[in-house]
């Protein structure tokens, strides 16, 4: 049987082992900084000429197209109207330039009564109508209580008094006949032209009616009647003046 033996083995030291792997470099820190600056430096510059490019295109006219004027407030923008928009303000006219002064009342220099004496007994008395020669205007301030002054069949009529002079009239009596007024007014005048209403009624009753003429100035005083009580005119007994 044949001997066996180890396998052949290099003579000499043994041979040492393979070093290990290189591990992987990192990348400077300085060179990312750097192109993070670079990237930064560029956008700032291109924002700067994009600006630079809006506003000059705006203002500069290009291949004859005229200048945008650019406007200085903002607008609202465009759309439906919203709640928080305010009301419009109301607009307050300016004042005139006219200005219209309302005239002090005139003061009116009267006579007074102190005595309350009739002063229709001595006044000057007219009417617009009669109904005959036997019924005088005259005859209702004559102090006679069975004389009378009858009107025309008609209406509107009046019996007037002239003073004679401006008196504080205090106080204006009528005493009726059967036909009397249901409508009539009690006027004062200054001139006899103007005059002025200081009592009135629509629902007259006949009898005595004695007026609160208020020591009122005037100069001529007057009965206008404007609805009769019958088919006939207006008639007085008396008319009195204090």
Request: aromatic fraction near 8%; glycine fraction near 8%; avoid cysteine.
């Amino acid at each position: 049987m044949p001997e066996l033996r180890p396998p052949n083995r290099p003579s000499g030291p043994a041979p040492e082992p393979p070093p290990p792997p290189a591990a992987p470099r990192r990348k400077s820190r300085r060179a990312w900084w750097a192109a993070a600056g670079l990237v930064m430096v560029l956008a700032l510059a291109g924002g700067l000429v994009v600006a630079y490019r809006a506003t000059t295109d705006a203002t500069i006219p290009d291949r004859g197209v005229p200048p945008v004027a650019i406007p200085t407030e903002a607008f609202a923008p465009s759309g439906p109207a919203r709640a928080e928009v305010a009301a419009p303000v109301s607009r307050v006219p300016s004042p005139s330039l006219s200005v219209s002064v309302k005239p002090a009342p005139l003061k009116v220099t009267a006579r007074t009564n102190p005595s309350r004496a009739n002063l229709a007994r001595t006044a000057t008395i007219t009417a617009s109508s009669s109904e005959g020669s036997a019924w005088p205007a005259r005859d209702a301030a004559d102090g006679d209580p069975g004389s009378r002054w009858s009107s025309g069949f008609a209406e509107p009529q009046w019996l007037k008094a002239d003073l004679g002079e401006r008196r504080a009239v205090s106080e204006v009596t009528l005493i009726w006949e059967h036909a009397y007024a249901i409508g009539y007014r009690i006027d004062v005048s200054l001139d006899g032209r103007r005059w002025r209403t200081i009592w009135s009624t629509t629902a007259g009753e006949g009898g005595t009616v004695q007026v609160d003429a208020g020591g009122v100035g005037a100069r001529y005083v007057r009965m206008y009647g404007t609805k009769r009580s019958n088919q006939y005119g207006f008639s007085l007994f008396e008319l009195e003046i204090r």
